[in-house]
């Protein structure tokens, strides 16, 4: 089982988010470079990425499994504003290079918001972008598959297979967002069939990365508002099917959960159970009574 959580990037950069995975017992982990609000960051510190690597590799985390998150201020749908735009793609390629420093395979990015343009167009602003920021040599950039919040882009498969098909490079993948999923209107509680259509409209062998969410609303809700594992409308069979599925054994499956009264990470508990596959009908208290 391929499984660990959404950690931070903290001042000891790499190797914080290595210890961190390590204390909820993650072989897997997904970082944002600096705030995911903001894209001010500080350079990196070789000695503390060597040390994080020889860290992981003492503790059979492989690198593969380590996935950096891109900031979601990024917009790669837009290009009304065309400094803005161009910040995106120059802010990512330079992500990309720190990625690259890090040692990491895969790069999650929201593929964008429309805001005021039609979709069609927006589409191809983000086929647009990619063919810019791409390089074979760089992290893959894989996109997320969005809720449909507001005017976000990538909320189908189909959009997902626009953006793709604009794209002149096969160094592109997928990430499924659970939570995202559901919301969108995909059924996840029937995951065998909704494998199947992935397979069917995008191919299954472009996905590297799943986040293992919940959701705090109904199918179709186009609204993205995680919920903790088994504490939502998915719950905790139907992710616990996600987390062991054989199609996706190879892939890691990141938890992006809501931290508990805001203070409190649940990934320790929900990663235990989810080892066990057995549900914590009191995961909220244990959580709590650990961090008190
Ligand atoms: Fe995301
Ligand atoms: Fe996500
Ligand atoms: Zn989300």
Redesign the pocket.
């Known amino acids: 089982m391929i499984l660990g959580c959404h950690v931070n990037f903290t001042n000891e950069q790499l190797l914080g988010s290595t210890k961190q995975a390590l204390s909820y017992g993650a072989n897997a982990f997904m970082f944002y470079t600096g705030a995911p609000q903001n894209t001010i960051r500080k350079s990196l510190d070789r000695d503390l990425t060597k040390q994080a690597w020889s860290l992981m590799k003492e503790n059979g985390i492989d690198l593969k499994n380590v996935i950096c998150h891109a900031p979601y201020i990024v917009n790669l749908a837009n290009n009304k504003d065309e400094e803005k735009w161009q910040f995106s793609i120059n802010f990512l390629k330079q992500e990309l290079s720190r990625c690259k420093e890090l040692g990491i395979s895969y790069i999650v990015v929201h593929p964008g918001s429309a805001v005021g343009i039609e979709r069609e167009i927006a589409l191809q602003n983000i086929s647009a972008a990619l063919n810019f920021i791409i390089e074979e040599d760089a992290p893959m950039i894989l996109l997320e598959t969005m ?1 449909g919040k507001g005017t976000e882009c990538g909320c189908t498969l189909e959009e997902i297979k626009t953006i793709l098909d604009g794209v002149h490079s096969n160094h592109i993948g997928v990430c499924l ?1 659970t ?2 999923m559901n919301d969108a209107g995909y059924d996840v509680r029937d995951f065998d069939a909704l494998l199947e259509e992935v397979d069917k409209v995008i191919g299954l062998k472009i996905v590297h990365c799943v986040h293992l ?1 919940d959701s705090k609303n109904v199918r179709g809700a186009h609204k ?1 508002r ?1 919920e903790n594992v088994g504490l939502g409308t998915i719950g905790f069979v139907s992710l616990y099917n996600v987390v062991q599925h054989e199609k996706l054994k190879d892939v890691p499956k990141i938890l ?1 959960t809501p931290y508990v009264d805001r203070m409190y990470p649940p990934y320790k508990f929900e990663i235990e159970s989810l080892k066990a596959g057995r549900e914590n009908s009191q995961l909220l208290s244990d959580i709590m009574n650990f961090y008190k």
Request: hydrophobic share 10%; with cysteine; net charge negative.
């Open positions: 809720a967002d939570c995202h969410n993205d995680h992006e």
